[in-house]
């Protein structure tokens, strides 16, 4: 079985306050994913890596950027974090870009005060 | 880019009755068309798939039908049991999809 690990399940922040979240996968999948979770807005792509030190802009990168250093892990960070990145991030793997099934991890609920 | 409606936002049922939820897309280039259940506290879970060559597919209690002329496809769920509830996203894209708002649907027993 697949399993995708974030490092927390909840999280509170100030205002301002750099914060990295991590994604550890523990297949051998090209691609990785963070996504962003708002109620009535559906699941929101921030960023995508699909090898070590590549990453693509999603549909909403503003405010984040993300980190691969090695397959296995895929870091979000947000460099000043605000209220309104107040949300659950979702963290997500995919094998090959010709198997599109996606692999979710638990989710981090972030609260920035 | 793609774009990818869903309806309705919430679906109460009685155990025992069916459930549709119904979803469009924008882009006629897109090929892959998931759908991910996500319970209380877990990351979604693909539940059931279907490629733009194929029409209908059946797993069990769920189905899902697609129809590329009119740009939709549907999630079936037969004989709904209160552990059905969850919120239920569709996709539509290819190797990057585009996930729908989410259909939050309540079984009552």
């Known amino acids: 079985d697949v399993k995708v690990t974030q490092s927390s399940r909840y999280l509170v922040k100030r205002t301002g306050e750099k914060v990295f979240l991590e994604c550890v996968q523990d297949?051998?999948?090209?691609?990785m994913f963070w996504y962003r979770q708002d109620p009535g807005l559906g699941l929101r792509l921030i960023y995508f890596?699909?090898?070590?030190?590549?990453?693509e802009k999603g549909d909403i990168p503003e405010g984040y950027s993300v980190s691969r250093e090695k397959k296995e892990r895929f870091s979000l960070i947000l460099e000043s974090a605000s209220t309104n990145q107040t949300s659950m991030y979702l963290c997500?793997?995919?094998?090959?870009?010709?198997?599109?099934?996606?692999?979710f991890g638990p989710g981090t609920r972030l609260t920035v005060t | 880019g793609e774009n990818v409606e869903q309806h309705p936002s919430t679906l109460s049922v009685q155990e025992g009755d069916s459930a549709v939820i119904k979803c469009t897309y924008s882009?006629?280039?897109?090929?892959?068309f998931p759908w991910y259940k996500q319970e209380l506290g877990k990351g979604p879970q693909l539940i059931i798939d279907?490629?733009?060559?194929?029409g209908e597919k059946k797993d069990q209690r769920i189905a899902v039908t697609l129809n590329k002329t009119a740009k939709h496809f549907s999630l079936h769920i037969t004989e709904t049991q209160p552990e059905d509830s969850a919120v239920y996203f569709c996709?539509?894209?290819?190797?990057?999809?585009?996930f729908g708002r989410g259909t939050s649907l309540i079984v009552h027993p």
């Open positions: 997500a793997t995919l094998l090959t870009s010709t198997l599109y099934e996606q692999y």
């Open positions: 297949m051998d999948h090209e691609n």
């Open positions: 890596s699909y090898d070590v030190k590549m990453k």
């Open positions: 882009d006629s280039a897109s090929n892959y």
């Open positions: 279907i490629r733009s060559n194929v």
């Open positions: 996709a539509g894209g290819s190797y990057i999809p585009t």
